[in-house]
Every structure is written in structure tokens, then in C-alpha cells.
């Protein structure tokens, strides 16, 4: 059933505010996802501060090109686009997705756009695969700390050696 000039606007108007507002936005082949599947997706995203729609691929390339999005061009995917709009850190709903996708062949990851650029499939996966915000915050403050702590225990190690050798001559004063 085609859509009228109103609910064309309405779709527009949804996803240019979506696409203003995300993060990232992954493109996704959904071809063969069953309606189940689509629906545990969506439930994975919300979770996470992200979400999952579907649209035209000549509505969501209207919105691309109006938004200066960087090498916008749906139009070449010669299958059926879903976008996934990520508000908040992208790693963690890219690595959602790709997971996903391992286990459900029916969901291929197309590429993305982070901030306004164009990244390719590969590109999306490895940003999968990088550790969580807070695990890499960790190594930061790990290594970081490491030369203080090493600092410490070469400066302990100094007074110590000084109070051995304090220790030796009281105790060679006292004989």
C-alpha cells in the first residue's frame, strides 16, 4: 500500500530528528529477519539507548542528503535498509548489533555513518569488537598509575635502604 504526501512527511520529519540527534546511525540489511527476531532486536536496543527503524531507502536517502551526510548512497544496497540509531556511545550498540548478527544470519550489518561520516562494514565491526567505555577508562587509569607506582616503589626502596644503613651503624655504635 503506497504512502500519501502526509505520512511522507511525517516519516521525513521522524528521521531527520532521529538522525540529528544519534550518535551513530549502522545500517542494516534485514531481508529474511522474522518478525520475532526483529522484535528481540528491538528490545536489545532499547536496553542500551538505542533504536531500530525502517523506512523507504529514497525517504532515508532524502533525509541523508538534506542532513550533509557524508557519501550518502543508500540507493546502491540492492536490499532492503534498517537503520539503527545509537543516542549515547556507539560502541556498545555496535558491538549489539554485530553480535546479533553472528547468531542471526539474517541481519547483515551494511556500514554506518558516525557523527556525519561514512564508515564501512569493517569499520563498524571493529568498532564492535573495542572494549566497553569503561574498561578502556581502565587501562587508561592503569597506565597512567603505572610510572606513580613505580615511582613509589623506587622512592620507598631508597628509605629503606637509608634505614638499613641507620640500623647497621647504631647497632655497630652500640657494641
Known amino acids: 500500500m503506497p504512502l500519501n504526501r502526509e505520512q511522507k ?3 521525513l520529519k521522524d528521521l531527520t530528528d532521529k538522525f540529528g540527534r544519534a550518535k551513530a546511525a549502522i545500517l542494516v540489511d534485514f531481508n529474511k529477519l522474522s518478525v520475532s527476531k526483529a522484535m528481540e532486536l528491538r528490545c536489545n536496543l532499547k536496553s542500551i539507548n538505542a533504536e531500530y527503524k525502517v523506512a523507504k531507502k529514497t525517504l532515508i536517502n532524502r533525509v541523508l542528503r538534506a542532513g550533509n551526510f557524508e ?5 546502491d544496497f540492492k536490499t532492503q535498509v534498517g537503520v539503527i540509531f545509537s543516542y549515547d556511545d556507539p560502541v556498545p550498540v555496535a558491538n549489539s ?3 546479533f548478527s553472528r547468531i542471526n544470519e ?3 550489518i551494511l556500514g554506518g555513518f558516525l557523527e556525519l561520516n561514512w564508515q564501512g562494514k569493517d569499520n563498524i565491526v ?3 569488537k573495542l572494549p566497553s567505555r569503561e574498561i578502556l577508562l581502565g587501562q587508561v587509569v592503569r ?3 603505572s610510572p606513580l607506582s613505580g615511582l613509589a616503589t623506587v622512592l620507598s626502596g631508597n628509605m629503606r635502604n637509608l634505614v638499613g644503613v641507620l640500623n647497621n651503624i647504631r647497632s655497630k655504635n652500640n657494641k
Open 106 to 108: 539474517a541481519l547483515k
Open 97 to 99: 548489533i554485530w553480535k
Open 71 to 75: 557519501d550518502a548512497k543508500i540507493d
Open 143 to 145: 597506565v597512567i598509575a
Open 126 to 128: 571493529a568498532l564492535a
Open 9 to 11: 512527511s511525517n516519516i
